[in-house]
């Protein structure tokens, strides 16, 4: 027995050093396809792409009689094989029992004024829903029937009230009466009043020009060096379009100088013939540009501003919105100094302004020449607005 046991347990061993490899990482055996020696071709499909959508109904589904399933609560039998007995005779007359029943009582023209006082609009009818619950509910109160007896008594009221001339005519002054009475209460927010109130008006003066709505992202009075700029320099301060010579395009905020400032502080109290001249202006900052018009899909922008106990409002054509940039690279030419000459406009921008300004009157301009100077005016407008525009409410060009 003893020596059996030795036997046994020395197979086992032989044959676990068998089994044992002699590699150390498992081996994985692959056999891959080659690459594929040509491009891949196009090969034309010579089938129908149809052929297997079209579906064709059989002998079967033709034949096949489909039950009609209506609905039982309705208890409506609808005869439809004579489709002639359903014709509405349209010059039949109604009988007086039904005539008390949809309210229509007196003449033609009475009925025509009464059906306008009480005519019901889309905007302002309830919601309906479509399902079975009204067959199990109650009624509706507002159905035709039940409003028999108050369309009578409106109707009756109306007639009181309009019942010979004088009584329109009152009622007429009446609305104008009511129009001059000051709204002083907010009409969706009860106890919320206004203190006072303004006759509100278009810019007459300002309309025919060209406005646009320039906003930074900071504040452009303060300077690089710290220092900050006066509110005349502010006021008179204008922004021009650059471009160096490495084709990089930009913004120039220029602001007048100390002299020239002074100068246009005096000659705004004299005579326009003697203000024309020259001004000087330094560039201070330079700025990203991004422009839009009224024309691009936006919501329109309007300005309001008062003057003698009323208020004036006009449209702005063009938002530009200005973002500062890094310094100027080495190399690029910018002028540094900027000359602005006062001019007075010349016959073709007196034809747009009065263009612009024939919105604001009833006259009848042609439609033709009327979109042509618009296009042109815009397309100008558009191409030269960063080259000519001033932050001044004064007419200038460089």
């Known amino acids: 027995m003893p020596t059996g046991n030795r036997d046994s347990s020395h197979s086992v061993r032989s044959s676990s050093r068998q089994s044992k490899s002699d590699l150390l990482c498992r081996i994985k055996y692959r056999n891959t396809l080659p690459d594929i020696p040509f491009d891949p071709k196009f090969l034309r499909y010579p089938f129908e792409n149809n052929r297997f959508t079209d579906y064709n109904t059989t002998s079967l ?55 306008r006082h009480s005519r019901t609009v889309s905007w302002m009818r309830r919601n309906e829903y479509l399902s079975n619950e009204g067959v199990r509910m109650a009624q509706n109160p507002d159905k035709p029937e039940t409003k028999v007896g108050y369309s009578v008594r409106k109707y009756a009221k109306n007639l009181e009230k309009y019942k010979d001339k004088e009584s329109q005519i009152k009622a007429i002054e009446k609305t104008f009466e009511a129009t001059k009475k000051p709204i002083i209460d907010h009409p969706t927010k009860p106890g919320v009043t206004a203190k006072r109130s303004y006759p509100l008006f278009p810019d007459f ?43 990089n395009q930009f913004v120039g905020y220029y602001t007048p100088i100390a002299t020239d400032a002074k100068k246009r502080k005096v000659s705004e109290n ?106 042109d005016e815009k397309a100008e407008a558009g191409a030269s607005l960063l080259s000519d525009l001033a932050t001044s409410s004064s007419s200038s060009d460089e």
């Open 270 to 375: 004299q005579d326009s013939e003697t203000s024309r001249n020259c001004r000087d202006y330094n560039l201070a900052r330079e700025y990203n540009w991004v422009v839009k018009s009224r024309d691009s899909g936006r919501d329109d922008t309007y300005i309001f501003e008062k003057r003698d106990g009323k208020v004036f409002y006009n449209e702005v054509d063009w938002r530009v919105k200005l973002s500062k940039q890094r310094a100027n690279v080495k190399g690029d030419n910018v002028n540094n100094r900027l000359t602005v000459e006062y001019r007075d406009f010349n016959e073709e921008e007196l034809a747009n302004q009065q263009v612009k300004l024939s919105q604001l009157e009833n006259v009848v301009v042609d439609e033709e020449s009327d979109e042509e100077s618009e296009t």
């Open 61 to 115: 589904e033709r034949e096949h009689k489909h039950e009609l399933l209506t609905d039982t609560d309705a208890g409506v039998k609808n005869g439809l094989i004579d489709p002639d007995a359903y014709i509405i005779d349209e010059d039949a007359e109604l009988d007086d029992a039904d005539k008390a029943l949809l309210g229509i009582e007196g003449s033609a023209s009475m009925d025509r004024k009464g059906t």
């Open 205 to 247: 003066e300002m309309w025919k020009y060209s406005l646009a709505l320039v906003t930074f992202d900071s504040d452009p009075s303060k300077l690089t060096d710290g220092s900050k700029l006066t509110e005349q320099q502010m006021s008179n301060s204008v922004i021009k379009g650059m471009q160096v010579d490495t084709g």
